[in-house]
């Protein structure tokens, strides 16, 4: 039978593989991507907790919900500020936005 | 162990087989428009571990919103950013490589052990199911109206937020010269005036 270890320790997984790919990405679009599988990992945890440990009032559902409609909103921002970058610097090399560094 | 039992380890076997491979090819494939169908795939599964999960309202949800939303917008800023250069190469990039490995992989240790380890109180009721739809609409218009409408609200700041950045600072005054014309083209003869009660036909 399926338990709630199962899919917790998948989430896990996702979101450290999110992890490695936010941090070592070079690409800008593919570090949106890897967040996108971070928030991801997020709604497995919450969709698990929701069936396993609450499943009458559905409470996590309707979080995933939410986090659903901000990552969307997330998306549609974060990739208008990567088209902003790349024409301002006119690349997409994460190494090169270091207007504020140093 | 029944067959509804079987069916459902098998298909959370293929589904998260199908998701971790996805998403390990989402983070090291080097050509991005793949990842970005790869991207897909893991959208995909997530709605088929959401199923497993009895919440089909979400997983309708996952694959309107994440598939058909998010993923297309991607693939519309991959093709607008597309420049195809090679990335300089930086200095002791396997260092910042392997650390970071070595980290995700510390976290994900650390958060298994948290999960085997913690005694999960796991409800025995029976899950909500088909009527889950209606607890959510219940939720959203009892105790979650207030994050409900300001969801409403971010979504509209993001809209108008994300057209004025996107937007071309300068739209330029006056539109270039029109280009030269081919050089295979004759001259054109210079046109004589004809008088007024002329057919423009008799031109030619």
Redesign the interface.
């Known amino acids: 039978m399926l338990q709630l270890q199962f899919f917790l320790l998948l989430a896990a997984a996702l979101f450290c593989i999110g992890i490695y790919g936010l941090i070592t990405s070079r690409n800008a679009v593919r570090v949106l991507m890897s967040i996108e599988l971070m928030l991801n990992a997020v709604n497995l945890n919450l969709m698990a907790f929701s069936n396993y440990l609450d499943p009458q009032t559905v409470k996590g559902q309707v979080f995933t919900t939410f986090v659903i409609a901000i990552a969307a909103a997330e998306a549609a921002v974060g990739l208008a500020i990567v088209l902003a970058i790349y024409r301002n610097r006119d690349t997409v090399d994460m190494e090169q936005f270091n207007l504020l560094k140093w | ?1 029944n067959l509804a ?1 079987g069916v ?2 098998v298909s ?1 076997s293929l589904l ?1 087989l199908m ?2 491979g996805s ?2 090819g ?2 090291l494939v080097s050509n ?1 428009v793949y ?2 169908f790869l ?1 897909g795939g ?2 995909i599964s ?1 709605a088929g ?2 199923l ?4 089909d ?2 997983a309708t ?2 694959v309107l ?2 598939v058909g ?2 993923n297309v ?2 693939l ?3 093709m ?2 597309n ?1 195809r ?1 090679d ?2 190469p ?1 200095p002791r990039a396997w260092i ?2 392997a650390a ?2 070595l ?3 510390g ?2 240790l650390l ?2 052990t948290m ?2 380890v913690t005694p ?4 025995t ?4 199911g088909n009527s ?1 739809i209606v ?2 609409g219940k ?2 218009f009892n105790d ?1 109206l207030l ?1 409900f409408e300001l ?1 409403s609200v ?2 509209l ?3 108008i ?3 004025i ?2 937007r ?2 300068l739209i330029p005054e006056q539109p270039t010269a029109p280009a030269q014309p081919p050089a295979l083209m004759l001259p054109e003869r210079p046109r004589e005036l004809v008088s007024a009660g002329a057919s423009r036909s008799a031109q030619k």
């Open positions: 162990m039992e459902q380890v959370f998260s998701m971790l998403a390990l989402v983070v991005i990842s970005a991207l893991v959208f997530m571990l959401y497993l999960l009895n919440a309202f979400v949800a996952q919103i994440y939303a998010v917008l991607i519309f800023a991959i607008l950013v420049k250069q990335f300089a930086v910042r490589r970071t490995g980290v995700c992989v976290l994900f958060l298994a999960v085997v999960w109180a796991v409800s009721q029976v899950a909500a889950a607890a959510i939720h959203f979650f994050p969801a971010l979504l700041m993001a809209l937020g994300a057209v950045l996107a071309r600072e």
